[in-house]
Structure formats: structure tokens, C-alpha cells
């Protein structure tokens, strides 16, 4: 029978994993993971079980989806059990559906299991929760770039300017600063407060907490590849 699993591996920290998720990755034939999966969340899989990295990076080298899927496709064909492991959780711009519908266009079964997203990761670390009754009443996620690694068009400004909402951009690094220069334009102010997570749940991650004007200057004046998400909102400034 062909079917695959997709598992969600957290935000990195192999203790993040769900029950099923390595359950999942204990049995699986074969691994099909993310760069930000690797490393010690591995360490579940059978030390006969086929791994192989599909991961994509921002200025790296990576495979093309269609690639990706046509390898899903393939294998599962094969009947064996396959393990589409994705970071954080795969269905928050993780790609998943592009990956479901190559399955269903293949005729193949399949199973999503969830996991702890980087955003509910990096409020933890912080200390902080991601709502508040009256103060941080909607949480709202986007996504900073869009397939070609620009800011996405079509974005709601208004809404993401909303200074009563906790809004998590992920992806964001680069593009930022071109989001918050139109933010403005509806009202955001530079004095917001945020957070910028950086490597969360694993043993490099850093937090950084300032103003949204202190945050534009350090992304413009420093260059790096980490993966992080930037929190802006009544709460980014608070915890321990």
C-alpha cells in the first residue's frame, strides 16, 4: 500500500517531538527531511532507514519542489513506509499542500501530523504568551517573502499594522524593513515593541528584544543566514 506520513518536527529542540512523530519516524523505511530537521531529531530514525535531505535554504543551492515531490511520489510507490519530515509545522508555509497534491494526483494516501510551530516556540522562550485578553487580542502569522523571495504583493496592511494584535513574521529577515516602511503608512509605530527570535529551540538560538526602529537598523547593518521570526506587538517587550 502506498502512504506517507508527514511529520512535523518542531522548531528544531528533538524534545518538541510529539508521541506520534516519532513513533512515526521509529518505523519509518524512509526519511525525505528538511535542513532545519536534522541533527539530533534523526537520531529517532532506524539506523537501516533511507535519508534523504530535500531541505531548502535561502541562498543555498536547494531541489525544486516539483523534485521534491516526484521523490515523494516514487517512493511511496515502492510501498515501504515513507517520512515526509518537515520543520516546525508543515502546514504553516511549509509547502505541505503543493506535496499533498502531488500525492493525490498519484493516487497515494497519506497522514499530516502536527507540531509546535517556531512562533509558539519563540514565545515560550521568551516567556511570553502569544494573546492577551483586551491588550493582544488577535494573533495573526505572515509569511516575508513569496517564491521568488520578495515581500509578497497583496499583503493587509491595515491588519498588520493593528497595534491590539501580536503578529509574527516568518521568513522575514531580508524583507522587513520594506514591509514596515508600508506598515507605517497605516499607522505602526516606530517605537512598537519587538522580538526578534533567532536559531529557536536549538543550542544557538537568541532573543532580542527593542523598538521597531532599533530592530530595521540591526537587519540593515548586519548580514546573516540564521533562520528566525520577528514578533512585533504589546507583548514582544515583556518577559523575564
Same mark, same amino acid.
Given at each position: 500500500?502506498?502512504?506517507?506520513? *508527514?511529520?512535523?518536527?518542531?522548531?528544531? @529542540? &528533538?524534545?518538541?517531538?510529539?508521541?506520534?512523530?516519532?513513533?512515526?519516524?521509529?518505523?519509518? @523505511? /524512509?526519511?525525505? *527531511?528538511?535542513?532545519? =530537521?536534522?541533527?539530533?531529531?534523526? =537520531?529517532?530514525?532506524?539506523?537501516?532507514?533511507?535519508?534523504?535531505?530535500?531541505?531548502?535554504?535561502?541562498?543555498?543551492? =536547494? &531541489?525544486? #519542489?516539483?523534485?521534491?515531490?516526484?521523490?515523494?511520489? $516514487? %517512493?511511496?510507490? +515502492?510501498?515501504?513506509?515513507?517520512?515526509?519530515?518537515?520543520?516546525?509545522?508543515?502546514?504553516?508555509?511549509?509547502?505541505?499542500?503543493?506535496?499533498?497534491?502531488?500525492?493525490?494526483?498519484?493516487?497515494?494516501?497519506?497522514?499530516?501530523? &502536527?507540531?509546535?510551530?517556531?512562533? =509558539?516556540?519563540?514565545?515560550?522562550?521568551?516567556?511570553? &504568551?502569544?494573546?492577551?485578553?483586551?491588550?493582544?487580542?488577535?494573533? #495573526? *502569522?505572515?509569511?516575508? %517573502?513569496?517564491?521568488?523571495?520578495?515581500?509578497?504583493?497583496?499583503?493587509?496592511?491595515?491588519?498588520?499594522?493593528?497595534?491590539?494584535?501580536?503578529?509574527? /513574521?516568518?521568513?522575514?529577515?531580508?524583507?522587513?524593513?520594506?514591509? /514596515?516602511?508600508?506598515?507605517?503608512? *497605516?499607522?505602526?509605530?516606530?517605537?512598537?515593541?519587538?522580538?526578534?527570535?533567532?536559531?529557536?529551540?536549538?543550542? $544557538? #538560538?537568541?532573543?532580542?528584544?527593542?523598538?521597531? @526602529?532599533?530592530?530595521?537598523?540591526?537587519? +540593515?547593518?548586519?548580514?546573516?543566514?540564521?533562520?528566525?521570526?520577528?514578533?512585533?506587538?504589546?507583548?514582544?517587550?515583556?518577559?523575564?
Amino acid at each position: 500500500m502506498s502512504f506517507v506520513s *508527514f511529520v512535523s518536527s518542531g522548531p528544531g @529542540d &528533538p524534545e518538541l517531538l510529539t508521541v506520534k512523530a516519532v513513533k512515526r519516524l521509529e518505523a519509518a @523505511d /524512509v526519511i525525505l *527531511f528538511d535542513d532545519l =530537521s536534522s541533527g539530533p531529531i534523526l =537520531s529517532h530514525a532506524r539506523e537501516d532507514a533511507d535519508l534523504i535531505g530535500v531541505g531548502k535554504r535561502a541562498g543555498r543551492p =536547494s &531541489p525544486s #519542489q516539483d523534485h521534491v515531490s516526484r521523490l515523494l511520489v $516514487d %517512493h511511496a510507490k +515502492t510501498g515501504m513506509k515513507v517520512v515526509r519530515l518537515k520543520s516546525g509545522d508543515g502546514g504553516i508555509f511549509g509547502r505541505l499542500e503543493e506535496e499533498i497534491t502531488a500525492l493525490n494526483d498519484a493516487g497515494i494516501d497519506f497522514e499530516i501530523i &502536527p507540531g509546535v510551530t517556531s512562533a =509558539s516556540a519563540a514565545a515560550a522562550a521568551a516567556g511570553i &504568551p502569544l494573546t492577551r485578553r483586551g491588550t493582544a487580542r488577535r494573533l #495573526q *502569522f505572515v509569511t516575508g %517573502h513569496d517564491l521568488t523571495g520578495e515581500l509578497p504583493d497583496g499583503l493587509d496592511l491595515q491588519a498588520l499594522a493593528d497595534p491590539g494584535a501580536t503578529t509574527v /513574521v516568518y521568513m522575514g529577515k531580508r524583507t522587513f524593513s520594506k514591509m /514596515v516602511g508600508k506598515l507605517k503608512e *497605516f499607522g505602526l509605530s516606530g517605537e512598537t515593541p519587538t522580538l526578534l527570535a533567532e536559531a529557536v529551540s536549538t543550542p $544557538d #538560538q537568541k532573543l532580542s528584544r527593542m523598538p521597531l @526602529d532599533a530592530l530595521i537598523e540591526k537587519l +540593515t547593518s548586519e548580514t546573516s543566514t540564521t533562520p528566525a521570526l520577528i514578533l512585533y506587538g504589546p507583548l514582544a517587550a515583556e518577559g523575564p
